[in-house]
Structures are given as structure tokens and as C-alpha cells.
């Protein structure tokens, strides 16, 4: 493993490259993301600067955790969001002029410990205490969604009268379907099917 999130120890070989990619990408912003006791996404956006990597990387960014439901009180409100070099994806559906990637981040304290309340901690200490008794946990998320339009009035309305497993030209969700698999592709989902 090429970081260990125990020793907070960064492969400088995998740093160098993916900041490496980050130029090549023409990378403007970075996201880095976490998410919140309720499991929604949260973000913090910062500019890229190559010669604050390194030091985001192994230190991380302090941030207010009393901002977040569920994290910390105010009087103990600073945080640190370590972002995992693993994770980087440049963002597709960003401008390629000004592009966007983002980091996927582990909470810790400023005393340099995981946050207890980070539940992608709380998962990675879950799915480690499972290893150990020999099994293993898999998921196959299955996103379902409406395609719609808006009517003259601002409304919405359905995109077309097909239903599942339906083709052109009853079907007109193809070509939106294509790209958000694309889409998930680039940042590394396996798609299996889309209908």
C-alpha cells in the first residue's frame, strides 16, 4: 500500500506523478471531498498551487468541523481533511480550459488522529475488522433516476413516454445515458449496463 493511513506516510513517487497529471490535466481548482454524518458530500475548493501539494498531501487543510452536522461543538471546531492521492479524478464535465479534479479526504484531528466522527473512517475500520475475520463486503450501487424536461411554465415534465428497457424513438434518453456512463468511466466506476 502506497499510503498508509495509520503513519500518515505519502509515497513521494506516487506524489510526484499524480501532481505530475495534475499539470498535465491543466488542473485549476481541487475539490476536496468528504462527507457529513448523514453521508451527504460535502466540499472544500482550493486552487491549485504545485508548490503546496507536498504539504496538502502530508499535512493536510484544517477546516471548520463545527460547520458539519454531527462533527464537532464549536469550541473544538478545527479539523483537518487529508486528501487520498489514490482518489484523484479529474472532473470531466468541468471546462478543460480552467479543469477541476478532485481528492476524496479522511478527517482527522489536528493532533494528528483520525477523526471519530469521520464515517469514512468509521468504514474503513469496519470493512478492516471483517477482513480479519475472512470476509469480505462488496456493493453494486444501481443509481435510478428521471430524465425530465421543463414545460413553458417552468415545470417538469417527462423527457419521453418510454419505460424500461424501451429503444428509439420511444426512448430518447440514449444519448444523456451515454455520456453519464462516460462520465463514470472516467472516474473509474465499472459500468456494467444502462437502460
Partial sequence: MEYDLMTEKVNEELMESVIKQMKEDNIKFIRLQFVDINGTAKNIVIPFKEDDMAELFVEGMLFDGSSIAGFVGINESDLVLKPDIHTY????WRPEESAVCRFICDVWTPDGKPFVGDPRGILKKSLAKIGKMGLQYNIGPEPE???????????????????????EPLDKGPDFRRELTLNL????FEVEASH
Fill in 89 to 92: 479524478s479529474r472532473l470531466s
Fill in 145 to 167: 433516476f428521471f430524465i425530465v424536461d421543463i414545460d413553458d411554465e417552468g415545470y417538469p415534465m417527462p423527457y419521453d413516454e418510454a419505460g424500461y428497457f424501451d429503444v
Fill in 185 to 188: 468511466e472516467e472516474l473509474d
